[in-house]
């Protein structure tokens, strides 16, 4: 018998989704495009932007999911350990059983009766199959974003999906464009192997710490957030008194307040600056054959071009106008929620600093906590639909006002989003006879 929902995809969101979804009795059925759990952190699955250094960059207590902590001491897990994690997860609850493995949906096209036809490429062959709703659990960082340059580079241009490991890059003169938190891992990298490293950067950036007071400093502060602007007055000064001021390492300086953008959670690359082993270059002007002009005038010859642009979102199996998209990201309640309840909702599209699989989690008890009301108690499904239907939805932001940027428009303030995700939650189940999957 087929369930009611599917799930595109077992990475970590995936998970929390299928396992969210068997708290409260609701059936579904998974699909997943590799051979295993683990999403990105699965080294080995095709589509997997991971590579051979990469480790966690929130800490470890504030990443895990609540019901489930990791097996570790360590305070910031390489990413084996983390597919293991990944495993053990699957394993305790036995999610793997609900999904299937090496199965690609390529479309997800609604019926006229208003249910969903999902049609995936299956070692069997390819299978349609139809459900009352489908959670799209894909990932969003899997799709290069690749910027249009001015002129031909002639050299090796390559995107950071594409890297794995420093051996990639030695002996070469190496340009990295953009230093977001890959750019800079894969700079630190590098320097051990490359003949050279220069980055390339468009703005400047705020450098924090793994470690504060010798404590994981995403742990600090945890429970208790300060006000907005309290928070950027006293964090600036802190970040200036550990690691010094990034413009004296050749960075350029922030024009805009500390967590408008997302953080860097690396300051190796500021002693590999303080030690010359790379430099900090303008942002691009235009490529001729190997050499690179900026934009202040200079220009050198290299290699290999990284670049460390990021990524796209994408949910190439869904039509457009059912995702509501609005520029670079859809127009969700909460990030989740079609505002027309077309029976898709987005599991995992959410970046802030320090959400963790928890924050993933709870996104993933909410959908449980709807889809359950649907099912048993109609009329609170139908006042959180007509709470969604009202604008203004909930601020997520705190106030901070986050840059323009394409890769900033599903971005959210971590504490904001799960109190207004656990707002929402506790008003479905509360006098219903629904069971909350909140934790
Ligand atoms: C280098 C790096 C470091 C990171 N560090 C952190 C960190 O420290 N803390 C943190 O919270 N987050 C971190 N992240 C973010 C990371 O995206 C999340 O931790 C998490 O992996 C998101 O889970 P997800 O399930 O939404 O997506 P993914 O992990 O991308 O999983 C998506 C799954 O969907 C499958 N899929 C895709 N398309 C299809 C299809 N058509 N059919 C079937 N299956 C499909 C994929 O194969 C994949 O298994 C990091 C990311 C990177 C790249």
Not at 108 to 134: F, K, M, N, Q, S
Not at 261 to 270: A, E, G, K, M, R
Not at 374 to 387: G, K, Y
Not at 393 to 422: E, F, I, Q
Request: charged share 20%; with cysteine; glycine share 8%.
């Amino acid at each position: 018998m087929l369930a009611d929902y599917a799930i595109i995809g077992a990475g970590p969101s995936g998970l929390a989704m299928a396992r969210a979804l068997q708290k409260v009795g609701v059936s579904v059925d998974g699909y997943e495009a590799a051979a295993d759990v683990g999403g990105l952190w699965d080294i080995s699955n095709p589509r997997s932007t991971m590579y051979e250094s990469a480790h966690l960059i929130s800490s470890r207590t504030t990443t895990e999911f609540a019901e489930f902590p990791m097996n570790s001491t360590v305070d910031y897990p390489g990413h084996r350990t983390l597919k293991q994690y990944f495993d053990d997860y699957a394993d305790a609850f036995s999610l793997r059983e609900l999904f299937t493995f090496n199965a690609r949906v390529t479309s997800v096209t609604r019926t006229e009766d208003g249910l969903w036809d999902l049609t995936a490429v299956t070692p069997d062959g390819e299978i349609t199959r139809t459900y009352r709703g489908v959670i799209l659990a894909n990932g969003t960082l899997a799709e290069p974003n690749i910027p249009l340059f001015q002129g031909e580079f002639s050299g090796e241009l390559m995107h950071t999906s594409e890297y794995k490991s420093p051996s990639q890059l030695s002996d070469r003169r190496v340009l990295i464009i953009g230093a977001g938190n890959s750019g800079c891992d894969i700079a630190v990298d590098a320097v051990h192997h490359a003949a050279s490293i220069d980055m390339s950067v468009r703005r400047g950036y705020y450098f924090v710490p793994r470690y504060l007071f010798g404590r994981p400093s995403d742990t600090l502060n945890q429970g208790k957030p300060l006000p907005r602007p309290m928070k950027q007055f006293i964090d600036t000064r802190l970040l200036r008194a550990f690691t010094g001021d990034p413009v004296k390492f050749g960075f350029p300086k922030p024009n805009y307040k500390i967590y408008e953008s997302h953080p860097i959670v690396n300051t190796l690359i500021l002693n590999h600056l303080g030690q010359g082993d790379l430099r900090i270059r303008a942002d691009i002007d235009h490529f001729d054959g190997s050499t690179v002009h900026f934009v202040d005038g200079s220009s050198d010859d290299y290699d290999t071009v990284l670049l460390a642009t990021g990524y796209t979102l994408d949910y190439p199996m869904v039509p457009r106008e059912y995702l509501h998209w609005n520029g670079a990201a859809p127009s969700l309640f909460l990030n989740i929620f079609a505002p027309d309840f077309n029976g898709l909702y987005v599991m995992g599209m959410v970046e802030a600093s320090g959400l963790g699989w928890q924050g993933r989690y709870e996104q993933a008890a909410l959908i449980a906590a709807y889809l359950q009301a649907e099912q048993h108690e109609p009329d609170q499904a139908a006042a959180f639909r007509s709470r969604v239907a009202h604008q203004p939805w909930p601020d997520v932001t705190a106030g901070y006002r986050y840059l323009g940027l394409d890769r900033m428009s599903y971005y959210v303030n971590k504490d904001a989003y799960r109190s207004a995700v656990h707002d929402e939650t506790t008003r479905l189940v509360q006098g219903a006879s629904l069971t909350a999957a909140v934790r």
